[in-house]
């Protein structure tokens, strides 16, 4: 059976060689590396499966890393592992073409489930349908059924349409929904005025959300929306 090939570049080698000898006796294929110029050298000989990569290393650090591997590469996930935290971080770590973000400390029960969801879904089909009816953002708590967003037992009763705008963001967290895709599924018709219709919801929607800094829709210009938290 093929094991699946990780490259993993962290500048801290006492995590590094921890996280690697975990990954390989769970019966992942790791090639480590130290820093972003050498990380992109076994990036093109090794041609991993996914990639974790720390983001502040010297020589050349994540964010430009991930940078060079989308000018060539779309597909490969690439997972952030890092103690920068502050929500800037997180939307720059989303926008040079993150797929997943994961904050330090972690468990590597956590990191393990993070890499499975990857590989098994990597974001490339969008999904409309979901069974999952309550969805947990941040400190937000969304109930699609009720169409209700309660933060710290305050609720906000919902529109129609606002809950079924946020249900499609959650259903595809942290990868992007096209604006095509939400008009056709929540109007029924991408056309110019259902589109500005759309913005205003948009907009509703992270003024609901603006309570936690952690929670954020995002704009991907000329696509649609990506949702994180």
């Not at 800037?88 to 400390?105: H, L, M, R």
């Not at 098994?120 to 708590?141: A, F």
């Not at 096209?178 to 929540?186: A, D, T």
């Amino acid at each position: 059976m093929k094991k699946t090939k990780v490259l993993f570049v962290e500048d801290e080698q006492s995590l590094g060689l921890i996280v690697q000898e975990s990954l390989e006796s769970r019966g992942f294929e790791v090639r480590y590396c130290q820093d972003g110029k050498t990380g992109m050298q076994v990036f093109s000989e090794f041609k991993p499966d996914i990639c974790l990569l720390d983001i502040m290393m010297p020589v050349k650090d994540g964010f430009t890393m991930a940078q060079e591997i989308r000018k060539t590469d779309s597909v490969t996930p690439i997972i952030f592992l890092t103690a920068r935290s502050q929500t800037t971080d997180v939307v720059k770590g989303f926008e040079v073409g993150a797929n997943d973000y994961i904050k330090k400390p972690f468990s590597m029960e956590e990191l393990i489930v993070r890499i499975k969801a990857r590989l098994t879904d990597p974001g490339q089909s969008l999904k409309s349908d979901d069974e999952v009816i309550i969805h947990q953002l941040g400190e937000y708590r969304f109930d699609h059924r009720k169409q209700t967003l309660e933060f710290r037992n305050q609720i906000t009763k919902l529109t129609h349409r606002e809950a079924e705008i946020l249900r499609l963001l959650c259903v595809n967290r942290s990868q992007v929904v096209e604006r095509s895709f939400v008009l056709k599924k929540v109007w029924g018709d991408d056309n110019f005025f259902n589109a500005r219709s759309m913005d205003v919801f948009i907009t509703k929607l992270r003024k609901h959300l603006q309570y936690d800094s952690n929670v954020e829709i995002l704009n991907v210009r000329g696509i649609g929306y990506k949702m994180i938290y």
